[in-house]
Each structure stands twice: as structure tokens, then as C-alpha cells.
């Protein structure tokens, strides 16, 4: 299912940041990441990626691909939405900006 695979890749990217993070000089200082809010970024940038971009992010991301991380992504916000933010309920915020260079 293609759900599933990327849930997995992500679950694993997450590990891999968190590991790669806390293996560098300073690990023991405060330190706040969502891996999930770079998941997510990563996604939206392979959305709208084409050829080896698009195949460097997907490979980054996990075996699943592309196209099955940004359906992961999709699933979780049509989920929050539609769950109508009832008190009690699903709430998921992110808060994303991608800058690019002048240059480009």
C-alpha cells in the first residue's frame, strides 16, 4: 500500500535526522526539530521537482518514491480537516517556508 510505504519511510527519516543530529559536537545542547516538518517540506518540494531533483529528494525520502510521500502528506491534512477541530479532536499545525536564492 502506498500509504503505508511512505509511513515507514518516514518513520525512518525521522530516525535517520534524529540520529545524524545528535551524533554532531554540541548534541547535548538544547536542540528542537521536527523531523515531520522536514518530511513534510521535502514532499512539497518533490511535488513540484522533475528529473534528477526529483529522483535525489525521492531517494532521500525513502524507497516508496515522490509521488507516494506527497499522498502521505495529503492523507494527514484531508484527515485534520476533516475532522472538523472539535475539542478533543485531530490537530495538526506546521509552520514551512522555503526559500530559494535570487539566483535561481
Do not use: C, K
Request: net charge negative; proline share 2%; charged share 15%.
Amino acid at each position: 500500500m502506498q500509504l503505508a510505504e511512505a509511513a515507514q519511510d518516514e518513520a525512518a527519516f525521522s530516525m535517520r535526522v534524529l540520529r545524524h543530529l545528535s551524533s554532531r559536537d554540541g548534541a547535548r545542547a538544547n536542540l528542537d526539530v521536527s523531523p515531520l516538518s522536514l518530511h513534510a517540506a521535502l514532499a512539497l518540494l518533490a511535488a513540484g521537482a522533475r528529473g534528477a531533483t526529483l529522483d535525489e529528494i525521492a531517494d532521500f525520502l525513502g524507497p516508496a518514491g515522490g509521488s507516494s510521500h506527497a499522498a502521505l502528506a495529503s492523507y494527514v491534512a484531508m484527515r485534520a480537516l476533516a475532522d472538523g477541530g472539535g475539542e478533543g479532536g485531530l490537530s495538526v499545525g506546521f509552520a514551512n517556508g522555503v526559500w530559494v536564492g535570487g539566483d535561481l
